[in-house]
């Protein structure tokens, strides 16, 4: 009888040192970082940002818990750029990867990447002890010189660009909209990878979301007496689109739904996984999409709510995303934060709470949000820069939006030039709908002075976006041991 209360006793002890060792971990151990990256995802296409017809309880939950950005922005308008700079810091224009206006992103036949001289954030963090992976569609290089495992990652899962290359040649697809909401997955040929092997190919698009999310938490557990970066970048909204069978058919929005809402459910996971970790409030998680919706692809495509245009424009709705973050205990529950903040200023920011420094032998152009995160304080963006490719399309400061050329299609020749510049007040006009240039020339000359300062100190890097098609193929390429495991 005596050894029951000892037994408790000692139960009670092995939890109390249990609770103090994860406690001394937390004040010793640097934060985690966990970045959720959607694809194509418009500022619009979600509960808290308003939507109509997309249930996302969990994100909207997340949001509650944490901090809503109003005017948060991605460095550019479509996927690889946008990739490049989140993992650098820096406009795509230095690293390269701004790519041209005939090859704006990279095709699964591509010979360029993003370049083994960039430090991305999982390089840095590595160095500094973090476990770094990355889950889910990469875009930033299929050669295997390219690849996550060459840029600090030491996993990755997923696959090597966008599901709708790689269309299978031999397939007579039925014409738009149906061809992205009721495709049958095995039109694309698209690798799914696991570090240098492929696992499957074409891979089975219905089960991507869920099988990502399980890779997500098993990594998660597998790391958890250590810090971590995890990025979890979906290949989803993007086009075509599918969900798993719990998730397929069961939005109001209809297939585009579909896919966010399973996105809201492995997001949802995610956390769950860390607060039953104990590791909540020693990790931040950020919740953003690579670029603004893609409007041609009709029903199939997203929102940008009430901002103008969508993916490939530099009008808001193409460079202007949701963003939630998440540390419980850290930042404020609920708060909303209307500075302007921008997917490179992650990397800053991860560094200098993981207490490593930012590099100094080149430009990065990602500020410091702690004052931001923490403090729900003035941010330290200033300016915001609007690239069409390698092109410098229109200029933020302040309120005040400058446009020195806009796009009227996706071909380069349709650009518009405005001189003087086309002026909105993004704070009166959300919507870039009211010209006010001939109101504020004082406006224009400031703003053309940052355009002529910037531009004067800027060095592009060796572009790398150069080659590959569309509908080209990605060959194994020789030397490489690639084989087809089947799970
Ligand atoms: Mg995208």
Redesign the pocket.
Known sequence: MAGKPLLILMASLTAAAAAASAATAEATLPPNFVVVFT??QGYGDLGSQGHPSIRTPRLDAMAAEGMRFTDFYVAAS??TP?RAALLTGRLPIRSGMAGLLTHRVLYADSSGGLPGGEITMATALKEAGYATALIGKWHLGNPPEFSPLRHGFDYYFGIPYSNDMELDRDQNPPPRPAFHLDADYEWWDVPLMRNHTIIERPANQHTLTKRYTEEAIGFIRENREKPFLLHLWHTFP?VPLFASEEFHGQSPRGRYGDTIEEIDWSTGKILDTLRDLGLAENTVVVFTS??GPWLTRDVAGGSAGLLRDG?GSTFEGGVRVPAIAWWPGRIEAGGVSREMANAMDLFTTFLKLAGVDIPQDRVIDGVDMRPILLENGAGLRNVEYYFRSDRLYAIRKGPFKAHYATWAGYSPEEAEHHDPPLLFHLGHDPSERFNIADEHPDVIAAINKVRDVFLDELIPGEPQLTDGHFRGRWEVPEGIEISLEHP
Do not use: P, R, Y
């Open positions: 694809d194509d479509v996927c946008s993007h690579d670029n993916k």
